[in-house]
């Protein structure tokens, strides 16, 4: 049996940990008990139970790279409301996101060369060299071209791409014309929600 990793035996640790002191949240409902959902971006640094004041059972959190209101995206919101009774949804992206660092063809280059994790200088990416200097394997991993057909939703303007998203879910023909979508902006530095304007008009 491969020995499992450092990481590995953290998470399962910490979840032994958690479950010995689980208390009655098994019997929490299925249906969030506050009646919202949130569509935010998977940053390690945002904790949606801490800056929406989120205990277990009581919203829908989505998350995905960027927070972008993508077809996956919307049919969890639609579900969301349809099956689950959430009333209101809130979309929220952050400063400092990785999302403007990069665009599709650049991310898709990249993977035809190698699948190995890049690195950034501040302007530049670039993949590991042929020894291999990458924490994941380095030049072992081979590149494929199917980062070509991937609609990454990078953005370059942050409050836009709010608006898009907000636009787009509420154009969407499955979202209820009494479901409000909010849009906000997360600042990281001070874990501020900064709302953002209406959508745009078409």
């Known amino acids: 049996m491969t020995e499992r990793s450092a990481i590995y035996r953290e998470v399962v640790a910490a979840n032994a940990a958690y479950a010995a002191?689980?208390?009655?949240?098994?019997?929490?409902?299925?249906?969030?008990a506050r009646g919202f959902a949130i569509l935010t971006c998977m940053d390690a640094r945002l904790d949606p139970a801490k800056y929406a004041?989120?205990?277990?059972?009581?919203?829908?959190?989505?998350?995905?790279?960027?927070?972008?209101?993508?077809?996956?995206?919307?049919?969890?919101l639609v579900i969301s409301h349809k099956l689950l009774g959430t009333r209101e949804w809130f979309v929220i992206h952050h400063t400092d996101c990785g999302m403007e660092l990069f665009d599709g063809?650049?991310?898709?280059?990249?993977?035809?060369?190698?699948?190995?994790?890049?690195?950034?200088?501040?302007?530049?990416?670039?993949?590991?060299?042929?020894?291999?200097?990458?924490?994941?394997g380095g030049?072992?991993?081979?590149?494929?071209?199917?980062g070509w057909h991937v609609a990454w939703l990078n953005f370059t303007d942050?409050?836009?791409?709010?608006?898009?998203?907000v636009a787009r879910i509420r154009a969407h023909p499955l979202t209820p014309d009494n479901v409000p979508v909010h849009g906000f902006i997360y600042d990281v530095k001070s874990g501020?929600?900064?709302?953002?304007?209406?959508?745009?008009?078409?």
């Open 53 to 76: 004041g989120l205990a277990e059972g009581d919203a829908h959190v989505i998350r995905n790279a960027g927070g972008r209101a993508s077809d996956d995206a919307i049919r969890s």
């Open 158 to 165: 942050l409050a836009q791409s709010v608006r898009d998203d």
């Open 139 to 146: 030049s072992s991993e081979g590149g494929s071209s199917e």
């Open 21 to 32: 002191d689980f208390g009655d949240k098994g019997g929490l409902a299925l249906p969030p």
């Open 105 to 136: 063809p650049t991310i898709a280059t990249l993977l035809e060369q190698s699948r190995a994790t890049a690195a950034f200088d501040g302007t530049t990416w670039t993949n590991p060299s042929a020894e291999g200097d990458s924490t994941d």
């Open 192 to 202: 501020t929600l900064v709302p953002v304007d209406a959508p745009v008009t078409a």
